[in-house]
């Protein structure tokens, strides 16, 4: 979520595992909106 490194990249190290179809699951994530981190939550 704060894009320290990719899902790819956790998945090579081992620390994701991934059961099933996994382009199924890079589609859904394909899917996200990207916001920008700083973003207004109140507007004056």
Request: charged content about 45%; glycine content about 8%.
């Given at each position: 979520?704060?894009?320290e490194e990719t899902f790819k990249q956790a998945q090579?190290?081992?620390?994701?595992?991934i059961t099933g179809n996994g382009k199924?699951?890079?589609?859904l994530l394909?899917?996200?909106d990207?916001?920008?981190?700083w973003f207004n939550?109140?507007?004056p």
């Open positions: 979520m704060l894009k090579d190290r081992g620390e994701v595992k199924k699951l890079n589609e394909g899917y996200r990207k916001l920008e981190f939550i109140v507007t």
